[in-house]
């Protein structure tokens, strides 16, 4: 009898490679699109195919939030230290605002000074995502009671050790939680990418768009979508496996 | 072993701890005592310098704690607080053995240590180990507590309301546990309590604070026979010749107890009453089952149709019981006399209601 977790791992194997089969399928795609709009005269985004567009989507995505997770967990960490807390509020301010300011915007910024394409895409994804992770880290270690802490440093644990051994276990799920959201929200504004060049599925919907092709449109929208509801399962799968929960085991 | 050298702590204009000054010696429980915000709890987290003082010194072993570093010094005292100090993300093995483990201790020393824990505290090992805390009771996760604050053998023992989270009746049954826990490690124990009865029962010295200061520092006897301020009198309250006999162990008040065998025939129980009105009546393993008026039994056939039948847990009372007990149990039962019984129900003798009155009067002062 495979464990629930298992299970579920397994599940999310099979939707994988069902998908991959899906996007690889450009006939399967001409044949849909073409049913559902026989007055196009292409259906098919010439640019690159399916495959390629969604590879270059993940790049994207992963890198942008490889940096936003690598760079926002440490930060949400250092403004609940003691030495750190005096930027709590300035920090917290600049995420909003990260978040606020509309990534086109940062694109249209970002192109006179890193140029076109995949850098200023990544910065303006970075941005946006940066404050769910960041939130979720403050969050997350405020919500450890203040009698653990008690307990860890009566004990004799350092603060690195009391932040490893404690703090960050207890609230994995919390910031694994900012992670699966930031990840999401960049699956989608991703998107934008294709305006300067940076490819990916935004690609065959910005030209649908200017084309008026609808076609196009759910060419790229689809796959996205179908994207980002593996991505919130691989990511809800891993707070599952990595965090502690209340329930007994 | 511990001392305590004019002690201050100040959070800007309040004074939390004044002036304080405190021996506490080896294997001694010491209970600090008083109203909230008296600051007991603030003294003995200045202990183990999780609050340092604004003034004075504390020394360990004739050591200055200052001079130590704060997290080695935390390492060599065990700490103990309310049982919500479990780690609930750690089983019940890890939550353990956390201070073995920062002392990077050998896996199988780790191992063989937490299970002489487990079973210190009264739980079997292999049920426990890879219980999480919240699969716990709150009695099961108080011992647990214990057991983590004695993982690394330390001398010294902090204890902060210890006994606090948990119903009356859990809690006795644990303060019972610590006393006899206490006979087999011997550690030298400060423990913060707002019960007085536990204080009472728990200490070998108490110290009654009051708004920051140290206002007596005696053994329970002496702090309820002889309170030293008006304030010490009001605390230990009205009854404290009653909670004095909690500190009288019915032990010493035992006499020989009049008893027949249950089969034993009506004119040998009757010759053996010796002028007694009551019998306690016991079978063939000396265990108590009831009593006998000798009146009725003069008109009966047999021990065993005169006799009243009682179950022993309900009419006797332990030889480890309190004089306090014995007289709570007395006044239940309406019992001059209570029969006092071994771990296994046999008679040992009984207590009289005139020598626990004696008892009281004695330390009157």
Request: net charge neutral; glycine share 8%.
């Amino acid at each position: 009898m495979p464990s629930k977790k298992t299970r579920r791992w397994f599940i999310l194997g099979v939707a994988l490679v069902a998908f991959v089969v899906l996007i690889a399928n450009t006939g399967l795609w001409e044949t849909g699109l073409r049913f559902l709009f026989p007055g196009e005269t292409t259906v098919i985004h010439p640019r690159a195919s399916l495959l390629v567009l969604v590879w270059e989507h993940i790049q994207l995505v992963a890198i942008s939030s490889g940096i936003t997770i690598i760079l926002g967990i440490p930060l949400g960490i250092w403004v609940s230290r003691p030495s750190g807390r005096d930027f709590l509020p300035i920090v917290t301010d600049i995420t909003s605002f990260g978040q606020t300011f509309p990534p086109v915007a940062v694109l249209a910024l970002a192109v006179p000074v890193l140029g076109f394409g995949l850098m200023p895409t990544i910065a303006a994804l970075f941005l946006y995502g940066l404050l769910p992770v960041v939130r979720n880290t403050i969050a997350g270690l405020h919500a450890v009671p203040s009698d653990l802490l008690d307990a860890a440093y009566g004990m004799g644990m350092s603060r690195l050790q009391a932040l490893f051994r404690v703090e960050l276990p207890l609230s994995a799920r919390v910031i694994l939680a900012g992670v699966r959201v930031s990840v999401i929200i960049n699956i989608g504004t991703a998107m934008i990418g294709a305006v300067i060049g940076a490819g990916g599925l935004g690609s065959p919907i910005i030209a649908g768009l200017v084309r008026d092709n609808l076609a196009f449109i759910i060419e790229g929208a689809l796959p996205a979508a179908l994207l980002a509801i593996l991505a919130d399962q691989f990511l809800t799968n891993i707070e599952n496996s990595l965090a502690y929960t209340n329930e007994p085991v | 072993m511990i001392r305590l050298e004019q002690v201050t702590k100040r959070y800007g204009e309040t004074t939390a701890v004044n002036q304080l000054s405190l021996e506490i010696g080896k294997g001694e429980v010491c209970v600090l005592i008083g109203p909230s915000g008296c600051g007991k709890t603030t003294t003995l987290r200045m202990i183990n310098r999780l609050i340092e003082p604004t003034a004075g010194r504390i020394f360990i072993d004739g050591r200055d704690t200052a001079t130590v570093d704060a997290e080695k010094l935390r390492l060599s005292i065990g700490y103990a607080i309310q049982s919500v100090g479990l780690f609930p993300h750690m089983t019940v093995f890890n939550n353990i053995a956390v201070v073995p483990q920062l002392l990077l201790w050998e896996n199988n020393r780790i191992v063989r240590r937490v299970g002489e824990l487990l079973e210190l505290v009264g739980l079997e090992p292999a049920d426990y180990i890879r219980k999480y805390p919240s699969q716990l009771s709150g009695g099961e996760a108080q011992r647990i507590g214990v057991a983590r604050a004695l993982a690394a053998d330390p001398p010294i023992l902090l204890m902060d309301e210890p006994f606090g989270a948990v119903d009356p009746l859990t809690r006795e049954r644990l303060q019972a546990q610590f006393i006899h826990i206490q006979k087999e490690v011997n550690k030298t124990i400060v423990l913060v309590t707002h019960d007085l009865d536990e204080a009472i029962r728990l200490a070998d010295r108490i110290a009654i604070m009051e708004s920051g200061r140290l206002v007596q520092y005696d053994s329970p006897e002496i702090i309820l026979s002889r309170p030293g301020s008006k304030f010490v009198r009001d605390f230990v309250g009205a009854d404290r010749a009653l909670k004095r006999l909690s500190r009288i162990s019915v032990k010493d008040f035992i006499k020989p107890a009049a008893a027949v065998n249950v089969n034993q025939p009506k004119k040998e129980a009757l010759a053996s009453a010796a002028g007694h009105r009551w019998l306690w009546v016991v079978d063939d393993d000396e265990q108590l089952i009831g009593w006998v008026d000798t009146k009725t039994l003069m008109q009966s056939v047999s021990t065993k149709e005169a006799m009243d039948e009682g179950d022993a847990v309900k009419i006797s009372i332990l030889e480890s019981a309190t004089l306090r007990e014995a007289l709570s149990r007395m006044l239940e039962l309406g019992f001059k006399h209570i029969p006092v019984v071994d771990d296994s129900q046999r008679l040992i003798g009984e207590v009289a209601l005139g020598d626990i009155e004696a008892a009281t009067a004695e330390g009157k002062g």
